[in-house]
């Protein structure tokens, strides 16, 4: 009776210590722990630090099994924020509604230091010459509640009254923006910007900060909050190999190009796109004024965010309107980042 009484803490035992592997690799003894990342649209270079992390092996030598949840029409502030993913690709605007309606999330990266977004026309547009032209005007729009007081500021800020109709189309805004259906839209300058000139349909375009309106942080990595609080070592892992694959895309954005497309065969139908759309981001968008990858500040937080909580468009989880400004500070952090 002994015997079998050993032998069965044994077994006890090393099925114990199967199920804790599970949970706690990180570069250490056991299985690699799986983290799972909502993306926000079909592979682009938004993503691109995120495939090159892959690509080069940095995942699996953290003791990471990272698996990249497709876009579906759930949007990733609501898949990280359930738990349903772990990390997620999101933007300053939409995580400023989803964390004011009690979302569990948690900016660790910005991907892209500025707006990559702008205002835009058909350029051959003589009629519009500044955003104060567009009064009267037909924006296409994506139905996100921040556009409009946006584009009102904007407008104001560059002399007009703000006065302007709205159709929201999503994605579809850009062939209507063509077409001559609508007079303006906001497209990524560094992709549908670019994909306009493939066509030989060439954009005029208006930065919102060359008329007073305060930067943000167009794309953001971030975090289901309790999942984070419960790996920090994992966390720490991932968010440092992402903010890797991130630093190569700055650094070499021909080869960052490539690895995305290498990891996303058949994706992308003109090469070009991606390389030119690679070389932008790089030159403008990944790096802060110091140079550096990743970091986010809390000026550039309240300043956005701020406006949207002005501007009365956020609400809480019944959909009251909310004005009280939040502690800004614990909606982010860099302390999952490689500091300099």
């Not at 955003?131 to 921040?146: E, I, Q, R, S, T």
């Amino acid at each position: 009776m002994a015997g079998l009484l050993t032998a069965l803490v044994s077994v006890l035992a090393l099925v114990l210590a199967g199920c804790a592997g599970g949970t706690t690799g990180s570069g250490g003894s056991g299985e690699a722990t799986t983290i799972r990342v909502a993306l926000d649209w079909t592979p682009n270079t938004n993503h691109t630090g995120l495939f090159v992390a892959q690509q080069e092996g940095w995942f699996r030598d953290a003791g990471l099994n990272v698996e990249f949840l497709p876009y579906n029409s759930t949007s990733p502030d609501t898949l990280v924020g359930s738990g349903a993913a772990e990390f997620g690709i999101s933007f300053q605007d939409s995580f400023t509604y989803s964390k004011a309606a009690g979302a569990d999330i948690t900016s660790v990266m910005a991907i892209l230091q500025h707006w990559a977004t702008e205002i835009a026309v058909r350029a051959d547009r003589t009629d519009i010459r500044t955003p104060a032209d567009l009064d009267g005007k037909v924006y296409g729009g994506f139905g996100g509640p921040g556009e409009e007081p946006k584009m009102k500021t904007v407008i104001k800020d560059a002399g007009g009254k703000g006065e302007f109709s709205t159709v929201v189309l999503g994605t579809s805004a850009y062939e209507a923006l063509y077409a001559g259906q609508v007079d303006f839209t906001e497209p990524f300058v560094a992709w549908e910007g670019i994909e306009a000139e493939l066509r030989n349909e060439p954009l005029k375009t208006f930065s919102y900060t060359d008329y007073g309106f305060p930067d943000a942080y167009n794309v953001l990595l971030i975090g289901n909050g309790g999942w984070l609080a419960g790996h920090q070592d994992q966390a720490r892992a991932f968010v440092q190999a992402v903010q890797r694959g991130y630093q190569l895309a700055a650094d070499d954005p021909a080869r960052a190009g490539k690895l995305l497309m290498d990891a996303n065969p058949g994706a992308f139908s003109e090469p070009e796109l991606v390389s030119r759309s690679q070389q932008m981001l790089s030159a403008k968008y990944l790096r802060d004024g110091a140079g550096t990858v990743g970091t986010q500040t809390l000026a550039t937080w309240s300043g956005f965010s701020g406006f949207l909580y002005d501007s009365g468009t956020v609400v809480d989880a019944a959909g009251a309107p909310v004005t009280t400004k939040p502690d800004f500070s614990t909606w982010f952090t860099n302390d999952y980042l490689t500091r300099p």
